[in-house]
């Protein structure tokens, strides 16, 4: 059973840091493409950074480029994503997901969306 655990999620300053960790089981999380995804209130839900587990391979979109810092542990079957130089515009629902498409790429992933889903967990930048 595919299972996806967000942590990390939280209340912070603008200008501040977070990071965000996803526990994934069920599957190997080295053999697939793996990313976050963001919703704030109103809006569509967006594709913020995926890697491919095998190689190391990173998508960002270009809103969090050069702030958000994606990475995995295959062995330990973990994602994180550290965020600095946090904005308002940040605050949204983050949900870990995976399409589960053996070697996908990560640019597929986050633009087309995942099949399977963590719960979310709440970023909220405020002062």
């Known amino acids: 059973q595919v299972q996806l655990v967000e942590s990390g999620g939280g209340l912070v300053q603008p200008g501040g840091s977070l990071r965000l960790s996803c526990a994934a089981s069920g599957f190997t999380l080295g053999n697939y493409a793996i990313g976050w995804f963001r919703q704030a209130p109103g809006k569509e839900r967006e594709g913020v950074s995926c890697i491919r587990s095998s190689d190391g391979i990173t998508y960002y979109a270009d809103s969090v480029k050069g702030r958000f810092t994606i990475s995995r542990d295959n062995a330990r079957n973990t994602m994180s994503l550290q965020m600095n130089s946090l904005k308002p515009e940040d605050t949204a629902v983050y949900y870990c997901?995976?399409?589960?498409?053996?070697?996908?790429?990560?640019?597929?992933?986050?633009?087309?969306?995942?099949?399977?889903w963590g719960q979310g967990t709440q970023v909220t930048v405020s002062s």
């Open positions: 997901a995976t399409d589960l498409t053996l070697y996908g790429g990560p640019e597929r992933l986050c633009l087309g969306g995942g099949g399977y």
